[in-house]
């Protein structure tokens, strides 16, 4: 059985400062062109470890040859809707403590029709991932509820990345609150929770008024993470792993691969969180949002397990 994410694809112009940024002048930087998006880095990082995966997401067709054929070597099977608009754009300036802020033009992303997926796409999909950042576009929003109505009538779990807190400021919190109520997984760190939050009221740290029925998994970025059940109680927890943080970006889509990842195989929420732990952190030891080199991989991999075994 295979997961499909349906989400946005960018081009990543990734700007690496040293020091914090000011205005005004000149900066120095080490500056990287990549294949980025959350959509697409979850499900190749999903599929980089094991779980088949499909995508589902639009570009401009000029484009298509190049992006399609990553998704060929990460082996994703993708649909990608051609439409004559540019392909997404980010700027990712990246600080040198490796934290990072975006500067995002969504062009074709936000002209993404779920009319596209095609019947055999979905013949084997039992999980589907939707991301946040779609939810920006009105005529998206109301295809995705038509889409997990469809979804939730053939027993296909649905889960959801909020992305973005900005995102949930800029449209109001009732669209992203509209579609938790119907995930089993709602991936946010906690501004984003807090932001479609009912009033933004905290009831306890960590923990929020909310909509999924479902479970949250909370990201705390460094501090680690955990799971929270639709009564507010935390059900599982994870710590943070200590690394040399390079490019926090795409740390959260290599996390919900790695829990999910975990999760397919365990059914069990500690083990899913500590697994999606590593891989963020592994994420954050490189430039770019996708995964590295199989002996990168490896070796950090290794080093982590010591880590988690010595603590």
């Not at 809707?81 to 980010?90: K, L, P, T, W, Y």
């Not at 939810?135 to 979804?151: G, N, R, V």
Request: glycine share 10%; proline share 2%.
């Amino acid at each position: 059985m295979s997961l499909l994410v349906i989400g946005d694809i960018m081009f990543d112009i990734v700007a690496r400062i040293d020091g914090p940024p000011f205005a005004g002048s000149d900066h120095r930087a080490k500056i990287s062109f990549l294949l980025g998006g959350s959509g697409a880095n979850q499900s190749i990082w999903a599929s980089h470890l094991g779980v088949p995966s499909k995508f589902c997401g639009c570009v401009h067709a000029d484009d298509y040859e190049t992006i399609i054929d990553q998704f060929v070597e990460y082996g994703v099977n993708a649909t990608l809707q051609q439409v004559a608009s540019h392909s997404g754009r980010v700027v990712c300036i990246v600080s040198d403590d490796g934290e990072r802020s975006f500067i995002t033009d969504r062009g074709a992303n936000d002209l993404l029709q779920l009319k596209f997926l095609s019947i055999p796409l979905m013949n084997d999909v039992d999980h589907v991932h939707i991301s946040g950042h779609l939810l920006y576009q009105e005529h998206i929003y109301h295809d995705i509820i038509d889409f997990i109505a469809k979804c939730k009538s053939k027993n296909i779990m649905i889960s959801m990345d909020i992305g973005s807190a900005s995102f949930v400021r800029d449209v109001g919190a009732n669209r992203f609150n509209v579609i938790a109520e119907s995930c089993d997984f709602l991936f946010a760190n906690n501004d984003e929770l807090k932001a479609i939050s009912n009033d933004n009221i905290i009831k306890n740290e960590g923990q929020h008024q909310h909509s999924c029925h479902g479970i949250i998994i909370l990201k705390n970025g460094a501090d680690g993470a955990c799971c929270v059940d639709s009564y507010n109680n935390i059900i599982a927890e994870s710590n943070g792993v200590e690394v040399s943080v390079v490019d926090s970006t795409g740390a959260g889509d290599a996390f919900f691969a790695g829990f999910i990842s975990a999760y397919r195989k365990t059914k069990d929420m500690t083990i899913a969180l500590t697994e999606g732990v590593k891989m963020g952190a592994l994420c954050c030891t490189m430039v770019g949002a996708r995964p590295g080199s199989a002996e990168l991989m490896l070796g950090f991999i290794r080093c982590i397990n010591h880590y988690t075994n010595d603590n």
